[in-house]
């Protein structure tokens, strides 16, 4: 059994995380998931490049429990926490040794 690196008690912000899978015939994203669940927020506002050399800011990023959402590979869409909209720039499922998820950051913009 592996450590909780974000245990439960520390998520205390509620959050709405509606996640998305492509785009759909008419172009709009195609809604993969939507959650109510409580994260960890950490301000962190910074600018960095992304991968065509732009400069974008980051607001934050967002700290849960174990896997948000197992059946959802790619972690894209929107993130509300306190009533301010934000972009998933990065999602990550960081994992054990063994290979189970161990809690999810979602890096904000």
């Not at 492509?22 to 506002?45: H, K, M, R, Y």
């Not at 800011?57 to 894209?76: E, M």
């Not at 009533?83 to 499922?93: D, E, L, Q, R």
Request: glycine letters at 10%; aromatic letters at 6%.
């Amino acid at each position: 059994m592996w450590p909780c690196l974000v245990p439960p008690g520390v998520c205390n912000t509620p959050c709405k995380v509606i996640l998305t899978a492509g785009e759909g015939e008419d172009c709009a994203p195609v809604v993969a998931a939507t959650l109510e669940i409580s994260c960890n927020w950490q301000d962190n506002p910074r600018q960095v490049l992304d991968a065509e050399r732009r400069l974008i800011q980051l607001g934050g990023v967002a700290l849960f429990t174990g896997d948000i959402a197992p059946k959802v590979d790619v972690l894209a869409g929107t993130v509300e926490i306190y009533g301010a909209k934000w972009n998933i720039h990065k999602g990550t499922k960081c994992r054990n040794p063994d290979g189970t998820v161990n809690y999810t950051k979602l890096e904000l913009m």
